[in-house]
T-cell receptor
Framework: AQKVTQAQTEISVVEKEDVTLDCVYE???????LFWYKQPPSGELVFLIR??????QNEISGRYSWNFQKSTSSFNFTITASQVVDSAVYFC????????????FGTGTRLTIIP | EPEVTQTPSHQVTQMGQEVILRCVPI?????FYWYRQILGQKVEFLVS????????KSEIFDDQFSVERPDGSNFTLKIRSTKLEDSAMYFC????????????FGPGTRLTVL
C-alpha cells in the first residue's frame, strides 16, 4: 500500500528565512502523482502543486519550489524568504495512476513563521 | 474563480442522530469526493463518486455512511446514526477528471457529536 511520510511534525523559522518541508513516499507503482496542499489556520485545503512521476524536473513558482527525486522517493517543498502568511499546515499527498483514485495524505507539517 | 462550497460550516448533533453534510462541487467537474480530518490528524479518504455511483470507498465508510447527488449541483454525505468518533472536519472535493487532475477542496464542515 502507498504511504506518505512527513517526518517533520512542526517547524518554526524566523521571517525571511528559507525553509524546506520534507515528504517521502512509498509505493510499488511505476506511475503516480504527487501533490502539496496548504491548510491555513482558517482550515481549508489549498492546492499548491501536482507532479507526475515521469517528470523529475524541479519546479519554481515565486517563492515556492519543489524538488522531486524519484531515486529517493522524495518530493520536498522549499519556501524562500518566508513570510508570516506562509504559516500553515502543509500536506504532501499521493495518488496512484492505477486502481483507486483516492488521495493518500501525509500527516502534515505545521509551519510557523515568527515575525 | 469557481470553488467548492460546503454547508453548514459547523454542525453540532447528538449521538445517534442523522446528519447530512452538503456540498456544491465546481460545475464542470465530474468526480466527487469526501474526506475527513479528525482534529490534529491527517486527512483521510472516505469515498469517491462518479457517474452517479460510488467508485471507491474506504473502510471508514461503513453502512452508516451514504452519499448522493440528488440534483445536478449538490453532493451530500449522510451519516445515519452519528457516533462520538464521527466528530471531525469533513471536506468535499471535486475534480474535472481522474487522478491526473487536482482535487479542489471545499472549506469543510466541522461536525461535533455530543
Amino acid at each position: 500500500a502507498q504511504k506518505v511520510t512527513q517526518a517533520q511534525t512542526e517547524i518554526s523559522v524566523v521571517e525571511k528565512e528559507d525553509v524546506t518541508l520534507d515528504c517521502v513516499y512509498e509505493t510499488r507503482d511505476t506511475t503516480y502523482y504527487l501533490f502539496w496542499y496548504k491548510q491555513p489556520p482558517s482550515g481549508e485545503l489549498v492546492f499548491l502543486i501536482r507532479r507526475n512521476s515521469f517528470d523529475e524536473q524541479n519546479e519554481i513558482s515565486g517563492r515556492y519550489s519543489w524538488n522531486f527525486q524519484k531515486s529517493t522517493s522524495s518530493f520536498n517543498f522549499t519556501i524562500t524568504a518566508s513570510q508570516v502568511v506562509d504559516s500553515a499546515v502543509y500536506f504532501c499527498a499521493y495518488i496512484s495512476n492505477f486502481g483507486n483514485e483516492k488521495l493518500t495524505f501525509g500527516t502534515g507539517t505545521r509551519l510557523t513563521i515568527i515575525p | 474563480e469557481p470553488e467548492v462550497t460546503q454547508t453548514p460550516s459547523h454542525q453540532v448533533t447528538q449521538m445517534g442522530q442523522e446528519v447530512i453534510l452538503r456540498c456544491v462541487p465546481i460545475s464542470n467537474h465530474l468526480y466527487f469526493y469526501w474526506y475527513r480530518q479528525i482534529l490534529g490528524q491527517k486527512v483521510e479518504f472516505l469515498v469517491s463518486f462518479y457517474n452517479n455511483e460510488i467508485s471507491e470507498k474506504s473502510e471508514i465508510f461503513d453502512d452508516q455512511f451514504s452519499v448522493e447527488r440528488p440534483d445536478g449541483s449538490n453532493f451530500t454525505l449522510k451519516i445515519r446514526s452519528t457516533k462520538l468518533e464521527d466528530s471531525a472536519m469533513y471536506f468535499c472535493a471535486s475534480s474535472v477528471g481522474t487522478r491526473y487532475n487536482e482535487q479542489f477542496f471545499g472549506p469543510g464542515t466541522r461536525l461535533t457529536v455530543l
